[in-house]
């Protein structure tokens, strides 16, 4: 059950409408089913109709009336409340939606319960799925009603009545979601032959330069040179940027201005000072600094591969910092990525935006690692092959899945909803991406032998695991993937163990793809010698054993070719 509360000046004007046909003739049969004392008159079940409702009106008015004669009276003085059920919902009765207006004007200030001085209010149904409010918003004692903040309270109520009445339960957010773009948005994004409005459009592009930059001339630079979108920068005295607005070149009002929003209008997390913090908190590397660490892409993965930890940890701060990061991870990729996919992938990072924000306060220096990989990301662009693209891909589907629950767990319903949805979008761009690299490491691979002693590897590594990873048809790129990694120098069965403990694989749908890609990532970084892994091992307190080699003197057995491409 859904509430839509406004306010008004005219309570003639509102008891017309309940009372009449409706916009649409689709009022049918209105009568009152509820009212402050029990006794007002319903124009909708009277011989004479035009005289129940003006005196209804009159009874309503009474106390604006001896307010405005003090000069007490609230200009905007009628409270209208419309409540509707869900579709599927079963037909309430007359006497339940009675009880359900006098609880909604109980919790929200308008009557208080066993409070003698509350307003005068009626409820009216004219439809079987929904009942109005009509209220005057002056007390018996004429003051005004103590309303604050009336919607969140009614839409508190509403779960509570969802939950007596057997309703369906209604997705409810915590306020923190970017503002929908009105009716009148929608239907001009139509008839212009957009499927969005340019709110939403406009969103998009300020979320992606806002991934992509460095800093705020950056970021503002970005936008001024995003074709088809005016950007107007407000300065300080100082002559430093205090904020922004954008507006699409061919959005225009009746005067043919355009149609400008601020930051802060498109998205709570917009608005310049919140994009500023937010740059302030990457570790974006120097030139450098640039050659001597992992591939952009190898970073981002392994950040994104710590996220489901991070969730798991009591500080909610740092965990919602890592899901705004990751958000901009997936904006970044979108614009990054093939045009066969992309689309997903934008729809995916469209829906995932809404599980960045909630009402925990986001500490953003603890996501720094992430948030400069993908700056790094953007400026070196994933290999062609896709490996790297789906490599990232598998570890946002567990880092999606773990953001779902971490919601779930703190009751953000609209942000686990929205997770789901981003979670579709996201597996179908994976499937896409994967299946060609899969397909390419699958056929190289290595000789039976040597394939036998990585499956009894793969037991030990994933005891739990391995029946479903030696069942699944990417085993064969796994065991590629061990055989490669192993001919540059690494120890297979240490670096298999890592893999399989750096997260855990429960969440994953093809573990055995899981494991591929975290074989290949680690086995891209140098291999470690063997004074380093001998000084690991002292200091964790373990003596470092070498796994068996394959044979006494020979190297892993690898195709000629594939030597050569080496």
Request: proline share 7%.
């Amino acid at each position: 059950m859904i509430a839509k509360i406004s306010s008004g000046k005219s309570t003639a004007g509102l008891i017309r409408y309940l009372y009449g046909p409706g916009r649409a003739n689709e009022h049918t049969d209105p009568h009152l089913v509820a009212s402050w004392d029990g006794y007002a008159p319903d124009p909708g079940r009277a011989d004479d109709s035009t005289a129940a409702r003006k005196q209804l009106v009159d009874d309503l008015d009474l106390r604006v009336k001896q307010a405005d004669r003090l000069g007490r009276a609230p200009k905007q003085h009628v409270w209208h409340c419309s409540l509707r059920a869900a579709p599927g919902d079963r037909i309430l009765e007359d006497g339940e939606w009675a009880d359900i207006a006098r609880r909604v004007v109980a919790a929200t200030g308008i009557a208080p319960a066993d409070d003698p001085d509350g307003c005068r209010w009626i409820a009216v149904r004219h439809a079987p799925d929904h009942i109005h409010i009509a209220a005057t918003k002056v007390r018996g004692d004429l003051r005004s009603a103590r309303h604050w903040n009336d919607y969140l309270t009614a839409d508190r109520e509403l779960a509570a009545i969802e939950k007596k009445y057997g309703l369906q339960r209604v997705i409810r957010g915590d306020r923190t979601a970017a503002k929908r773009p009105q009716r009148a948005e929608r239907e001009k994004a139509l008839r212009n032959g957009h499927a969005k409005a340019a709110r939403e459009r406009l969103r998009a592009v300020v979320r992606t330069a806002a991934a992509a930059a460095t800093d705020t001339d950056e970021f503002l630079g970005l936008l001024t040179h995003t074709k088809g979108v005016l950007v107007e920068v407000l300065y300080f005295p100082s002559g430093e940027p205090r904020g922004y607005k954008v507006a699409l070149e061919n959005d225009r009002n009746a005067k043919a201005e355009p149609v400008w929003f601020s930051g802060s209008t498109l998205a709570p997390d917009l608005s310049l000072p919140k994009i500023q913090s937010r740059l302030a908190a990457a570790e974006v590397p120097s030139s450098a600094e640039g050659r001597l660490r992992p591939h952009p892409w190898h970073q981002a993965t392994a950040a994104t591969e710590r996220i489901p930890h991070h969730l798991d940890q009591p500080d909610a701060e740092a965990a919602q910092a890592h899901l705004a990061a990751f958000g901009e991870a997936l904006d970044a990729v979108a614009l990054t990525a093939p045009p066969d996919i992309r689309t997903e992938l934008r729809s995916a990072a469209s829906a995932f935006e809404r599980a960045t924000r909630s009402r925990v306060r986001a500490e953003h220096h603890h996501a720094r690692a992430l948030r400069g990989a993908v700056k790094a990301m953007l400026r070196e662009p994933a290999p062609r092959d896709g490996a790297a693209l789906a490599m990232f891909l598998d570890a946002a589907l567990l880092a999606v899945i773990a953001a779902a629950r971490w919601h779930d767990r703190r009751e953000h319903e609209q942000q686990v909803a929205a997770a789901h949805k981003s979670l579709l979008h996201l597996q179908a761009a994976y499937d896409h991406t994967a299946a060609t690299p899969l397909l390419v490491l699958g056929q190289r691979r290595p000789s039976q032998n040597l394939a036998d002693q990585y499956v009894r590897l793969i037991r030990q590594a994933a005891p739990a695991h391995a029946d479903q990873i030696l069942a699944d048809s990417a085993s064969q790129a796994l065991t590629t993937a061990l055989a490669e990694a192993e001919a540059a120098g690494h120890d297979p069965k240490r670096l298999l163990q890592q893999a399989a403990d750096e997260r855990a694989l429960d969440d994953a749908r093809s573990p055995a793809r899981t494991l591929t890609w975290r074989v290949h990532r680690l086995s891209q970084r140098p291999a470690p010698s063997r004074r380093a892994l001998a000084a690991q091992a002292r200091s964790t307190g373990l003596r470092h054993t070498p796994s068996p080699e394959p044979a006494a003197t020979a190297p892993p057995t690898i195709p000629a070719s594939r030597t050569r491409r080496r």
